[in-house]
């Protein structure tokens, strides 16, 4: 079992950044690929980046590889997304999942979910 908590969401100007994070129970953490999805208000959930257990493979949404990063510190048992260069259009509720498969996380296809945290941008 595996319990993830998201937190460093808020409210922010157009063009600044955000770091994001997402802390994991459990002694396995370590096993597991991560991601991060999002959805905004009126439209379904979408993967934005995952990232393996090693943190050696890392994945990204084709609109969004350039200006958001995806880590890991196994260490703090801590997933974070690092969003730079924010726009309004990134507003959304923001989710961290774990699974044990990386093609998994990618087709959202996680066994675990956080609760979310809300980023919102304004122009």
């Known amino acids: 079992q595996v319990q993830l908590v998201e937190s460093g969401g808020g409210l922010v100007q157009a063009g600044a950044s955000l770091r994001l994070s997402c802390a994991a129970s459990g002694r396995t953490f370590s096993s597991y690929a991560m991601g991060w999805f999002r959805q905004a208000p009126g439209k379904e959930r979408g993967f934005v980046a995952a990232?393996?257990?090693?943190?050696?493979?890392?994945n990204y949404a084709d609109s969004l590889k350039g200006r958001f990063t995806i880590s890991r510190d196994n260490a703090k048992n801590t997933v974070y997304l690092q969003m730079n260069s924010l726009k309004p259009d990134d507003t959304a509720v923001y989710y961290c999942?774990?699974?044990?498969?990386?093609?998994?996380?990618?087709?959202?296809?996680?066994?675990?979910w956080g609760q979310g945290t809300q980023v919102t941008v304004s122009s």
């Open positions: 999942a774990a699974d044990l498969d990386l093609p998994r996380i990618r087709e959202g296809e996680c066994d675990y």
């Open positions: 990232i393996s257990w090693s943190g050696y493979i890392t």
